[in-house]
Nanobody
């Protein structure tokens, strides 16, 4: 069971990135999934989460209108389109699944310490001003 995050990078303020998270060893469509981030000196936070079928999404207030989460269950992968990036978006971005395959996206994003199961290794996103 493994998640592999990629697609981070260094961009200027206002730029875009689209990290990906690829799953191997299990069927991703059995789990709600999400993106989380941790900035230096700050606690990890839920950024965006999505239901198993992709019909329900949750976004943290700080990214609403700028980020879009999506998934492609046929490819066993999910994504985070990040537009209008700001320096305060600088962080390591982690992908994760729900532990039991039952959480609604809001719950996964807000209570990930209890509900997240598998984690990816993280991908660095740096936004310069």
């Amino acid at each position: 069971v493994q998640l592999q995050a990629s697609g981070g990078g260094l961009v200027q303020s206002g730029g875009s990135l689209r990290p990906s998270c690829a799953a191997s060893g299990f069927n991703l469509d059995e789990y709600p999934v999400g993106w989380f981030r941790q900035a230096p000196g700050k606690e990890r936070e839920g950024v965006s989460c999505i239901s198993k079928d992709g019909n329900i999404t949750y976004y943290a207030d700080s990214v609403k209108g700028r980020f879009a989460i999506s998934r492609n269950n046929a490819k066993n992968a999910f994504y985070l389109q990040m537009d209008g990036l700001k320096p305060e978006d600088t962080a390591i971005y982690y992908c994760a699944t729900d532990k039991w395959g039952m959480a609604v996206p809001l719950a996964l994003c807000k209570y990930f310490r209890e509900s997240a199961g598998s984690w990816g290794q993280g991908t660095q996103v740096t936004v310069s001003s």
